[in-house]
């Protein structure tokens, strides 16, 4: 076997070996083939939504008990007047909390919700508005509800709001996107801090029995994770090309300075 020879084996297997090594490293959350998966509880949702610190919230404010919104309808002489005046009395601003929790709300002030239940949050807030409005009705939403989802791309990922606090972990996968192509249906996880502490739950979503997890719901700061399926044959390839077209420069030069 001529020195030539020997040469071009000892770079193919370098190459396959260094390649191997770097393909698919774009995984991420991934878990051995016997990690223990917390077992997923249905209805997860909590009946109240309760304001926390990390909360961004939306304020919405009427008088009159909130009866200035059936008027712009029914009332069809100022329809416009009426109209522009609910637009300007419903627009919605978000307040975040300062750094001791607070929120600076107008006329208020500084206002501390943390710990309340959103109709308790509106209930407090009708009652310190009543001072400087008649009969206010106050409407609060929680606006930075959100979970972080990997459709099965590899460590290509999103943030998604969720647009209600009851979606449930198919209409969720839905509202991101869908599963990649690359995605294995069969292997999603969504992990989940409970109480201090991460858990990490299994599902199959490619058989009709998926849809016993349909009150399953995800809350904020979940993260869903399709599993990614492995593409060694186009990923080493796409590695050793250029590795490939170097060797072969230097062999062909090597084989022209021996003859």
Known sequence: ??????????????????????????????????????????????????????????????????????????????????????????????????????????????????????FEAQDYLEKRFARYFVEPYCVLRITNNRFIYFGGGGSSSRIVILPNYRVSILEAITIAGGISSRG????????????????????DMSKIEALQYSEFYIQNGDIVYVEPRPLYASGILSVISPVVSLATTILLYLSILAR
Do not use: W
């Open 1 to 118: 076997m001529s020195s030539i020879t020997k040469l071009s084996i000892l770079v193919s297997a370098l190459m396959l070996f260094f390649s191997s090594c770097i393909v698919n490293r774009d995984f991420m959350l991934q878990t051995d083939e016997d990690y223990p998966f917390a077992i997923p509880k249905m209805d997860t949702v909590a009946r109240e939504q309760k304001i926390n610190t990390s909360s961004v919230i939306e304020l919405m404010l009427l008088t009159r008990n909130g009866d200035m919104i059936f008027e712009s309808v029914v009332n069809t002489d100022v329809g416009q007047t009426q109209g522009a005046r609910l637009s300007r009395t419903m627009s919605q601003i978000e307040y975040v909390q300062d750094m001791n929790g607070m929120y600076n709300l107008p006329l208020l002030g500084l206002t501390n919700l943390n710990g309340m239940t959103l």
């Open 184 to 203: 294995i249906s069969s292997e999603i996880k969504v992990i989940r801090n409970v109480k201090g502490k991460d858990e990490v739950y299994l599902f």
